[in-house]
């Protein structure tokens, strides 16, 4: 009986394995891949274009895998992040990138939209969208 125990312990303890993340962004873009610095730009306001000079539509998602795409793409906690977007939403100099619930709505949203960049787990991409960055 304590081994049981003791394994579904160690199973709950155990640290949880992250995904990589794949920045994403419509066929028809022609984008190069994009450093991450650029992609930083990107969702945290700071351009509203592409290297290419496009306009950049970013896409949030709602779901579990937002934590994990800051903290890969910035090094910072969620809370961090949304901290900043109050500040830029409360001194009217922006707003946050607007939120899908989950990967298929991100897929959709991007296949659907030239100017459109988000983020889905790197096992949903395929060949309908262009890759830009890989988070590991």
Request: proline letters at 9%; charged letters at 20%; glycine letters at 4%.
């Amino acid at each position: 009986m304590k081994a049981p125990l003791a394994a579904l312990l160690a199973l709950a303890l155990a640290p949880t394995a992250s995904a990589e993340l794949a920045v994403i962004a419509n066929r028809k873009n022609e984008l190069a891949p994009l450093a991450t610095e650029e992609v930083q730009d990107v969702f945290l306001g700071r351009t509203r274009t592409f290297p290419n000079h496009r306009f950049a539509l970013p896409f949030d998602q709602s779901s579990p895998l937002r934590g994990e795409f800051y903290q890969k793409l910035t090094g910072r906690p969620l809370a961090q992040i949304d901290a900043y977007w109050a500040r830029i939403v409360f001194s009217g100099q922006g707003s946050p990138p607007p939120k899908l619930p989950d990967d298929a709505a991100m897929l959709q949203m991007v296949r659907e939209n030239e100017d459109a960049i988000g983020y889905i787990d790197k096992i949903h991409t395929d060949n309908t969208i262009r890759v830009l960055l890989i988070l590991p």
